[in-house]
């Protein structure tokens, strides 16, 4: 087999996901750009600001900022004013968001699953401790 950049194969893993899981939540009004990931953390870290979601999603905050506006605006997620800090806005899921949550996760884990169709269970093992392994490079250069 010829040998291919990592970065090239996880680019065009990555981008087929997107693609596929764009299309998948379009009709629940969720778009591309990463939106489930900023949904997903917003239900499991209610109350969370803007800068917190840019750090531990690592997006830049022109990203987020639209991503949080959309999923607003697509009845989601509310921002409340932080009352320690009026510049700052929490974010919250709401109610639809919080029953939509099971069909989130379903078609997140459905995604993950077509990704290991060819993988034997140690090899997708395996594949994770390998993928974990080379994202330590970037963790110890991120800010």
Same mark, same amino acid.
């Given at each position: 087999? =010829?040998?291919?950049?990592?970065? =090239?194969?996880? $680019?065009?893993?990555?981008? $087929?996901?997107?693609?596929?899981?764009?299309?998948? @939540?379009?009709?629940?009004? #969720?778009? $591309?750009?990463?939106?489930?990931? *900023? +949904?997903?953390?917003?239900?499991?870290?209610?109350?969370?600001?803007?800068?917190? +979601?840019?750090? /531990?999603?690592k997006f830049?905050?022109?990203?987020?900022a639209r991503?949080v506006k959309?999923?607003?605006?697509?009845?989601?997620? /509310?921002? #409340?004013?932080?009352?320690? &800090?009026?510049?700052?806005?929490?974010?919250?899921? !709401? =109610?639809?968001?919080?029953? *939509?949550?099971?069909?989130?996760?379903?078609?997140?884990? &459905?995604?993950? =699953?077509?990704?290991? #169709?060819? +993988? !034997?269970? &140690?090899?997708?093992?395996?594949?994770?401790?390998?993928?974990?392994?080379?994202? @330590?490079? *970037? $963790?110890?250069?991120? &800010?």
């Amino acid at each position: 087999m =010829k040998k291919e950049p990592i970065g =090239k194969l996880i $680019s065009y893993i990555q981008r $087929s996901q997107q693609k596929m899981l764009a299309k998948e @939540l379009a009709p629940y009004g #969720i778009g $591309s750009g990463g939106q489930h990931s *900023f +949904l997903k953390n917003v239900l499991h870290n209610p109350g969370v600001n803007q800068d917190r +979601l840019t750090q /531990e999603l690592k997006f830049d905050k022109a990203t987020t900022a639209r991503s949080v506006k959309q999923l607003e605006h697509a009845g989601y997620i /509310e921002r #409340i004013p932080d009352p320690e &800090d009026r510049r700052s806005l929490l974010l919250y899921p !709401t =109610k639809k968001a919080q029953a *939509f949550e099971p069909v989130l996760q379903a078609i997140l884990d &459905d995604a993950n =699953k077509r990704m290991a #169709i060819h +993988l !034997t269970p &140690d090899e997708e093992e395996h594949l994770l401790r390998l993928l974990h392994k080379v994202s @330590l490079s *970037f $963790s110890e250069t991120d &800010d």
